[in-house]
């Protein structure tokens, strides 16, 4: 559905990784990943397989969710008191998952209407197995990539 994004969950905190942590952050999960880290059959069995010596640790989350339309989405941010956050020019917003580049064309038109309303510093976490559109390069201030290694439990 074009204009919305499936949504896992939003919430204000502060980045605990990658070069900018320790920013007051408002970070949107988006629902879906492509990857498995933990094992082919993990979110069934809750047990590490394949190999893996991890499991993801936000899979519960982003198996989850449901959609929002763009304007929903700044209604939520309204509601939670985080707008005043957002037009400080301090923030710091995270687009998260999951992989949020499975959904990167609603993401670039999020991220459009963000940037638009906010001066925000844009982040996206990714575990860099999808290119970004050279749109969504153009929307994005910094990744923060996570690849996947052999240890992830993944063929």
């Not at 999960?29 to 094992?39: D, E, F, H, K, Y």
């Not at 991890?54 to 939670?80: A, Y």
């Not at 992989?99 to 001066?119: H, I, K, M, N, W």
Request: with cysteine; hydrophobic share 35%; glycine share 10%.
């Amino acid at each position: 559905m074009k204009d919305s994004l499936r949504v896992s969950e939003c919430f204000y905190s502060i980045q605990g990784e990658g070069s900018t942590i320790g920013a007051p952050s408002l970070f949107l999960r988006l629902q879906g990943c492509n990857m498995t880290c933990g094992g082919p059959t993990t979110l069934q069995s809750g047990k590490l397989e394949n190999g893996a010596k991890w499991r993801c640790d936000t899979m519960e989350v982003w198996t989850k969710g449901n959609r929002f339309t763009f304007d929903e989405l700044f209604n939520l941010f309204s509601q939670n008191g985080w707008e005043d956050a957002l037009q400080s020019g301090s923030l710091h917003f995270i687009v998260t998952g999951g992989e949020p580049l499975l959904q990167q064309a609603s993401v670039s038109g999020f991220l459009t209407q963000l940037c638009e309303r906010y001066d925000v510093f844009v982040e996206c976490e990714t575990n860099a197995s999808l290119k970004p559109s050279d749109q969504l390069l153009s929307m994005i201030d910094q990744f923060n990539v996570s690849p996947k290694l052999s240890n992830s439990g993944l063929n």
